[in-house]
């Protein structure tokens, strides 16, 4: 079971863009589902985008939708999460995930692994 590591969080003005990596230590992300979920303080964690690793279909939660993009890496070792247009209440911890199995779903109960997270912080 591949371990994840999330990174590229930071500090960034409202407008301006982020680029969050989830890297499969140790493993690839081939035959499943990856996930992209976050949460804000006293907030349950809610999911942002997911992306299937064999047909490469990307899904995008509404608040989200047009600003931010899911893909994989080549190697299929990382998960890439390009956030554009960030507002403030785009703030939060940010966690990748991996599914139990390859159906699509936004439920974190249908998600096994999930790294430890890096956070976002946009401010207005």
């Known amino acids: 079971q591949a371990m994840l590591v999330e990174s590229g969080g930071g500090l960034v003005q409202a407008g301006g863009s982020l680029r969050l990596s989830c890297a499969a230590s140790?493993?690839?992300?081939?035959?499943?589902?990856v996930g992209w979920f976050r949460q804000a303080p006293g907030n349950k964690r809610e999911f942002v985008a997911a992306?299937?690793?064999?047909?490469?279909?990307?899904y995008y939660a509404d608040s989200v939708q047009g600003r931010f993009t899911i893909s994989f890496t080549g190697a299929m070792d990382t998960v890439v999460l390009q956030m554009n247009a960030l507002k403030p209440e785009d703030t939060a911890v940010y966690y990748c995930?991996?599914?139990?199995?390859?159906?699509?779903?936004?439920?974190?109960?249908?998600?096994?692994?999930w790294g430890q997270g890096t956070q976002v912080t946009v401010s207005s």
């Open positions: 995930a991996v599914a139990r199995g390859v159906a699509y779903s936004r439920h974190v109960n249908d998600f096994r692994s």
């Open positions: 140790g493993d690839t992300f081939r035959n499943t589902l």
């Open positions: 992306i299937t690793s064999g047909s490469g279909i990307s």
